[in-house]
């Protein structure tokens, strides 16, 4: 009877099985049919893998990441837009952009402790400056990049009025009140001094074209538009003095960082390096990770504050490249290296260094700036919205329609890439909802595989292709970053 019993359960499960493996594969296939979710809508595995396997691209999965990281970041900007949310509150600013605040007050402390260094060389600055080897420039910069053609148009015509009303006496206001590079107009829109052939050719002829007290005529650079000031020797005089220290200025900022060290007592856990390689791959994952890679006497260094750190870097370090290549040796320094900030600052801090207000405010005006400059070239500013949409959930749906339309025009290079800062991406993305789907991203590389494969043999046997291939404007990983202009990202030098 037992036995019976167990015969009919079998067979009962058996039959049970059979018709109900399609629905377990229909249930397995509608999990892997989305990439990424953000706020109510999402980035299905057809519609990428489509655009991916007809580009140009590679077919790799940190590819189709950093894609989908582009369309999380414009789609969590359209949800905000449409809820009316102004992104600008101070604290909230200031805590997405400790990295960038961090940095201006280690460079702060760091200008008093170096005040000291090396020995200055007078005969040597003149002739620098005399025969050219040594430059200096000030400038002012109105920021085009990611612009159509209209909106250059009116970039320009706000420059052309400014270049007629700046004079050698009134540049460093004009420049204070105008100028997009942030790291600069604090400053005058002062570069400082810097050798010949730093800058952009563009910008290095137009300055060369000048005498000493001359402005230039507006120019174009790949950043945008510019206004030049060539300063005489007498106003860089000083600059030009500290920069002839030279090498015995690196002998005593290499002794002042081994003094640091040794007193930080600086100790990287074990761990800490597979951690860090971990990060390297998708460093969005590590953002609020408190793993301890190492401690000091400034307290505990955790993954998120690496991941802080790495921010500040300008995306033409390829730091996380860097990270993925590089020997456990070269990134136990890395950890160390980024744990003597933290000494610099408890240092800084010790000191009652403070931030300037203005530099303070003038980070926050660059972060809204950028807020707007995304909604408008998205086409989904609030009004724009509003004007079509007079519910809330109508603007939302409508929003996500014409971020779906935009993305899909600038992967296929119908329309330009916008950059979207790491600090508002942050806070995006702790203000609304947004997952991605690992097993999705998988099947985007399957199914673009497949699509490339047949535009591939499409080619080869002389038949027109099904669609234009394409290539694709690569987006910068949440990473370094890219905060609102700043001086890794507008300054026109010729790092590349």
């Not at 018709?19 to 999990?31: I, T, V, W, Y």
């Not at 007809?54 to 789609?75: E, G, T």
């Not at 951690?275 to 006497?297: E, H, K, Q, Y």
């Not at 993925?324 to 009652?352: G, H, I, T, W």
Request: net charge positive; charged share 20%.
């Amino acid at each position: 009877m037992k036995r019976n019993f167990v015969v009919a359960a079998a067979a009962a499960a058996l039959a049970f099985a059979i018709p109900a493996c399609s629905g377990l594969r229909d249930a397995l296939n509608a999990h892997t049919d989305w990439v990424t979710r953000a706020a109510s809508t999402e980035l299905t595995v057809a519609s990428l893998s489509t655009l991916l396997g007809k580009s140009r691209a590679p077919i790799r999965k940190d590819i189709a990441k950093s894609i989908a990281n582009v369309w999380v970041d414009y789609q969590l900007l359209g949800n905000g837009a449409a809820h009316n949310d102004s992104l600008n509150d101070p604290k909230m600013i200031d805590d997405a952009m400790w990295p960038a605040i961090a940095n201006l007050k280690a460079r702060k402390w760091y200008e008093i402790v170096s005040k000291s260094w090396g020995v200055e060389d007078t005969a040597a600055a003149a002739k620098q400056w005399e025969n050219g080897q040594v430059l200096a420039a000030d400038h002012i910069l109105l920021l085009t990049q990611g612009m159509n053609d209209a909106q250059k148009a009116v970039v320009k015509k706000k420059i052309d009025a400014l270049r007629a009303s700046v004079t050698p006496a009134n540049f460093a206001d004009v420049a204070k009140r105008n100028s997009q590079d942030q790291a600069t107009a604090k400053s005058g829109g002062s570069l400082g001094v810097f050798p010949r052939g730093a800058m952009v050719p563009e910008f290095e002829t137009a300055l060369l074209a000048l005498k000493p007290g001359q402005i230039s005529p507006v120019i174009q650079t790949q950043y945008g538009y510019h206004i030049i000031h060539r300063p005489t020797y007498e106003q860089i005089k000083g600059q030009l003095l500290q920069a002839s220290k030279g090498r015995s200025v690196s002998v005593a900022e290499s002794t002042y960082l081994a003094k640091l060290e040794q007193s930080g007592k600086i100790e990287v856990k074990k761990g800490a390096i597979t951690t860090v390689r971990a990060l390297g791959n998708d460093p969005d994952a590590f953002r609020t990770d408190n793993t301890v890679l190492a401690t000091s006497t400034a307290g505990k260094f955790t993954t998120s504050r690496l991941v802080g750190w790495l921010e500040t870097l300008p995306p033409q370090a390829r730091v996380l490249d860097q990270i993925r290549q590089s020997p456990d040796s070269l990134l136990v320094q890395l950890v160390r290296n980024f744990v003597k900030n933290e000494l610099v600052l408890k240092q800084a801090d010790s000191a009652k260094v403070q931030i300037d207000p203005a530099e303070i405010a003038q980070l926050h005006a660059s972060f809204v700036n950028a807020v707007r400059s995304a909604w408008s070239q998205l086409n989904v500013t609030p009004t724009s919205l509003a004007d079509s949409a007079k519910s809330e959930s109508d603007r939302v749906k409508l929003a996500a329609r014409r971020i779906d339309d935009y993305f899909t025009r600038m992967v296929q290079e119908q329309a330009p890439f916008v950059p979207v800062p790491t600090p508002l991406s942050n806070i995006l993305r702790e203000k609304y909802k947004y997952s991605f789907n690992d097993a999705g991203l998988d099947r985007v590389i399957q199914e673009a595989s497949k699509i490339r494969s047949s535009a591939d043999s499409a080619r080869k046997a002389g038949q027109p292709q099904s669609a234009v291939p394409f290539g694709m404007q690569q987006p910068r990983a949440p990473s370094a970053s890219s905060t609102p202009p700043s001086a890794s990202s507008t300054t026109p030098g010729n790092r590349k």
